[in-house]
């Protein structure tokens, strides 16, 4: 068998890898170990969230699919952040973990070019640090042109349960020891991560009574742009609960039997997604944690206490479970438990994903460090798009930092790398007002569209919507209140223009919104989608503006090119752990380098000047012309 | 560590002692190669080195082993007699030993990239090097011990406490945070407080840092260039009879006791003159007043109602007082520079006006920390205020680049270093 594109694992980066390669109409083939897995949930059961739900918008813009199965599936949405400004807004939906399965396995199902092998992947044929065929099992050989490596936690994976542990990548799933071994054989460098869960409840056993219920947002948000509320299920409530002094004092008494205290694992934690026993350790002021309750799925028997993640040993879990308001009978269906696996230095990749030393391999997901369905799926669709269009011989698809969180997360990892799981936050972007989930669509589908990703009956969506938008625009900035019209500006109650004001002016006043203006004025109001556009943009001119001018002043800084091969030991000035760190992740340009930790603003002073140097003695070179010396 | 460096530290010249500093990978076994001495951190030994044939120098050696010393690296200074042959055959063995000639800086710029000293306190090495008086150098050495830094730091933290809660609000907001607007507020207005009081400290940093401009102006032909060369005690203008002799400005480097002044000689200004070359003196003259620190205006009995018409830092000087007397009630100083009359006093008089109150600077600071300071100020300013739920991301906004702009002093801070920060203060994740 062979194929143009090879792609490594069933989670939420093969998944979207394996369908961006296929749209853009190479041959793909997906190897998975068991095809019932594809798409499977394996951390909490909710998708989105501030951060999150911006990779989600701009992965669905560039025609993936997780947003689309992310409405299929949602149970319960919220939008996050809705009474602060436009550009922090933030969708989330919890979603059942076998509807979205499901969704996403008949996505994969319906592409044209895709083909699903079960299996397992055992080795790799490399030669000349390029890669040609993977083994499947025993000896079932599949030539591949590129392959993309997308294995999770699956990487030498360890789980643990209080002094008990186990190979495997998730509780019933084995890990791959071979390919682990054979990754490790090559000079990638190697790190330790962990992750942990939270024991999973049978619903039956909760006092539901006493706890304090949380209902979906009224009208439901969707998460593709091309949903709409008739695709989504059944909606049901989330639930909210605390931990207690009693709760604390049981753990506090169980900290040497947990594996992580005891210093047996060696990965590191994500920081922010801390386990319960960490937050009551590190936190020790703190009397109480709050336990958000997620359904699992509509026909599913259990919950999802979010928040106690552990692998404190199974009677310390009972135990303190059992301590928390509403869970005091609470019957425990499966234990938490930490995973610790191996991840790859992310600077060791190109933007494509690509790995540097070897050619033709991409890596996407968990294996690059990162946590978080969203971001798998983000470098899924980045390294598939990039696998695709390098097979063919087209130019990559690589959005900038300046455009898309995709972008910021790419950048992020190619250039700082990280030491703890990776999660988006929109703090990590500088741009935040222009990069939000409502333009994410004007943001990328364009290109997308142009590097093959996306379907003509999505640009056609998409292009309509734009033209709909400019002439509503163009409507708005032609519709004047004038001093004389008493009867519309008393109708807002405002002050008599000094002059005649456009209704695009006007939106610029926060206390003014859309539907006032078009209530006041008697005129038609356009669609949902168009009118949050309008008004967010003429709100934020100010500082897009401001923001725009300095994404010009960055692109010029990012020409300022470092050439591939730079001799950094040329620097003068440079120490040599700067020299060393500047070679390992070989930035493209000054501002790449700005950002790589421990580079001081002197090394880079040290470095401008080189480059100018150079810059000049090239230039002269190339003034003196053919003339030779004698 | 680098390749050794090796440069002489004190003034170039003859004195009673020279020092030879060397700082790198190769100090120890230097050392032990002129001297046979082992490096031992934290002492001064003495010790002989032979230079040439039968020439042994007796030298004072400091051992100061990386990473505690000045550059982060095995540091020696080595004290011989204050020669230039000596110096120069010194680090010529230095040299040979492994070492390599030090460019400019080069001991502070190793300093600087080795974490040893931030960016602020680099700059204050050499204002300290360059300070121009007594005060400007108890201020640049308060810099370089990290007084300036330490002031910074200080604002800065205010500042993040104030982002912490505003970017938690934002990013975190569906975790259990609790984040109160009224604390945010009364963050801010801590912070704004602090920036108003450090960027008047700034200035105070700036000004006392900054170079002496004395201006010797006046109309033509009352003596200006011959106050000029008695108080630089040169020959340095052309003195004539004839009006206008001074075209171009001419400048010298004084010192009034512990303060370094420097001086202009202009063209008189001579509103009725026709001669165009004059006329452009006479303008150069102009803009020369105009930056000055402190204008000489120079009169004489032909010329008393002269006026530059100017109120601030002016000191009235009146000249020839050994063939007339000067005005009745002139409130300035009266000297005769031909016969070298009253100079004393008016040096006395520059130097109580150009010192000022400045010994109050808690650091040196400059131009660039200013600018920086300043559009800090700015973000402040366009800031929503209150900062509330509606606005939060705007503020947000606003703050971050007032954060990029101080962090700039001494180095900028990264989001993830950021999210670290909130991540210690929050207790967030389910």
Not at chain 2, 8 to 18: D, F, K, L, V, Y
Not at chain 2, 248 to 262: A, C, E, N, S
Request: hydrophobic fraction near 35%; glycine fraction near 8%; include cysteine.
């Amino acid at each position: 068998m062979k194929a143009d594109v090879i792609v490594i694992g069933g989670g939420h980066a093969g998944c979207e890898a394996a369908a961006a390669a296929a749209r853009i109409g190479v041959k793909t083939i997906l190897v998975t170990h068991k095809f019932e897995t594809i798409g499977q949930m394996s951390c909490n059961p909710a998708i989105g969230g501030v951060g999150k739900s911006h990779l989600v918008k701009e992965i669905d813009a560039a025609d993936g699919i997780m947003a689309r199965c992310a409405d299929r599936a949602a149970i319960h949405l919220k939008v996050l952040n809705s009474s602060k400004g436009q550009a922090v807004r933030a969708t989330r939906a919890q979603a059942d973990r076998e509807l979205y399965k499901k969704y996403v396995q008949k996505e994969l199902k319906n592409l044209d070019n895709l083909e699903i092998v079960e299996g397992e992947v055992t080795d790799f044929d490399i030669q000349n640090n390029q890669i040609g065929s993977v083994t499947v099992g025993e000896g079932k050989i599949l030539k591949a042109q590129k392959v993309i490596l997308t294995t999770g936690t699956f990487l030498n994976g360890k789980l643990f349960t209080g002094m008990d542990n186990n190979e495997g990548g998730r509780v019933g799933d084995n890990s791959s020891k071979k390919l682990a071994a054979k990754l490790r054989s090559i000079d990638f460098s190697v790190g330790r991560l962990k992750t942990g869960t939270p024991p999973r409840i049978h619903k039956e056993s909760i006092n539901w009574e006493i706890l304090e219920e949380q209902k979906g947002d009224v009208p439901r948000p969707t998460i593709s742009f091309l949903s709409d509320q008739s695709i989504h299920p059944e909606q049901v409530s989330c639930f909210i609960t605390r931990t207690n002094e009693k709760t604390h004092e049981i753990i506090i008494g169980d900290l040497d039997r947990s594996p992580m205290f005891s210093g047996k694992i060696e990965g590191v934690g994500p920081r922010y997604c801390p386990s319960i026993e960490d937050k009551i350790f590190r936190f020790k002021d703190k009397k109480s944690h709050q336990i958000f309750i997620e359904p699992e799925g509509l026909n599913s028997d259990l919950i999802y206490p979010n928040g106690i993640s552990t692998s404190l040993p199974k009677d310390c879990q009972e135990k303190f479970v059992r301590s928390i308001e509403g869970f005091e009978s609470a019957q425990i269906t499966q234990y938490g438990y930490a995973v610790e696996y191996d991840f790859f230095d992310p600077r060791e990749l190109h933007e494509t994903l690509e790995t540097r030393k070897i050619k033709n391999l991409y890596f996407a997901g968990q294996i690059n460090g990162t946590t978080g369905y969203e971001e798998a799926a983000a470098q899924g669709l980045v390294a598939g798009a990039n696998a695709a269009l390098s097979f063919l011989g087209k130019d990559p698809w690589t959005p900038g930092r300046e455009e898309s969180y995709l972008g910021v997360l790419i950048d992020d990892l190619v250039t700082l790398g990280t030491k703890e799981p990776y999660r988006m936050f929109t703090s990590r972007s500088e741009h935040r007002l222009i990069l939000r989930e409502d333009n994410a669509d004007q943001r990328i589908t364009e290109k997308a569209y142009k590097a093959g990703l996306v379907s003509e009956g999505r640009y056609k969506i998409f292009s309509e919507k734009i033209n709909k938008i400019i002439k509503e625009k163009g409507k708005l900035a032609k519709l004047f209140l004038r001093p004389e019209d008493e009867k519309i500006y008393s109708a807002l109650k405002i002050k008599e223009p000094k002059s005649a004001t456009s209704f695009l002016d006007l939106l610029k006043r926060p206390e003014l919104d859309f539907y006032d203006l078009a209530r006041a004025f008697s005129i038609e109001i356009p669609e949902n989608d168009i009118v949050f556009d309008i008004e967010t943009n003429q709100r934020y001119s100010g500082y897009i503006k401001r923001q725009m001018d300095e994404i010009e002043k960055m692109k010029k800084n990012r020409n300022a090119h470092i050439p591939s091969n730079f001799d950094y030991s040329s620097v003068k000035g440079l120490s040599a752990e700067i020299t060393q760190k500047l070679s390992k992740v070989e930035p493209k340009t000054l501002a790449q380098a700005w950002r790589i930790p421990g580079i001081t603003p002197a090394a880079i002073s040290a470095l401008m000047v080189c480059l100018k140097r150079n810059e000049k003695e090239t230039a002269d070179k190339n003034a003196r012309g053919s003339i030779r010396e004698p | 560590m680098e390749q050794a460096i090796v440069a002489c530290s004190t003034p170039q010249g003859r004195g009673a002692i020279s020092v030879v500093r060397i700082s790198g990978k190769e100090v120890k076994s230097i050392i032990y190669g002129l001297f046979s001495l082992k490096f031992d951190h934290g002492t001064s030994k003495v010790a002989e080195t032979s230079l040439s044939e039968g020439f042994n120098e007796k030298c004072l050696i400091s051992c100061f082993e990386g990473p505690a010393s000045y550059t982060g690296e095995d540091v020696a200074e080595i004290s011989c007699h204050g020669n230039p042959l000596i110096v120069r055959a010194l680090i010529q063995k230095c040299i040979k030993l492994g070492a390599k000639n030090a460019n400019p800086g080069e001991f502070t710029q190793r300093a600087f990239l080795n974490n040893k000293i931030d960016l602020a306190q680099s700059e204050a090495v050499i204002d300290l090097i360059n300070a121009s008086s007594g005060a400007a150098m108890v201020a640049a050495s308060k810099s370089v011990s990290g007084n300036f830094g330490k002031n910074v730091d200080k604002i800065l933290e205010k500042l993040r406490k104030v982002r912490i809660l505003v970017e938690s609000s934002i990013d975190f907001s569906d975790q259990d945070t609790n984040i109160d607007f009224m604390q945010i507020n009364s963050l801010f207005n801590d912070f704004r407080c602090l920036l108003g009081d450090f960027d008047a400290r700034i200035e105070e940093g700036i000004r006392i840092m900054s170079e002496h401009r004395v201006v010797v102006a006046g109309p033509p032909n009352v003596g200006k260039s011959s106050i000029m060369n008695i108080l630089s005690g040169e020959e340095a203008s052309i003195v004539t009879e004839i009006k206008g002799t001074t075209r171009d400005p001419i400048y010298k480097k004084i010192q009034i006791k512990d303060l370094q002044v420097d001086i202009y000689d202009t063209a008189g200004i001579n509103e009725e003159t026709r001669d165009e070359i004059e006329k452009l003196g006479i303008d150069k003259s102009r803009s020369l007043i105009e930056g000055a620190d402190l204008i000489l205006e120079v009169v004489d009995s032909e010329n008393k109602d002269f006026s530059l018409k100017k109120d601030e830092n002016i000191l009235k000087v009146f000249n020839k007082s050994d063939i007339s007397d000067p005005p009745k009630g002139f409130s300035g100083v009266v000297v005769s520079a031909l016969e070298k009359r009253n100079i004393g006093a008016l040096e006395e008089k520059i130097y109580e006006l150009l010192s000022g109150d400045g010994t109050n600077a808690l650091f040196s600071a400059r131009e660039r920390h200013r600018n920086l300071v300043k559009k800090a100020f700015l973000e402040i300013d366009s800031c929503p205020d209150p900062i509330d739920m509606k606005n939060v991301d705007i503020a947000a906004e606003h703050l971050k680049l007032a954060d990029i702009f101080l962090g700039d002093i001494k180095s900028p801070m990264s989001a993830d270093d950021f999210l670290g920060e909130i991540f210690s203060t929050f207790c967030i994740g389910k």
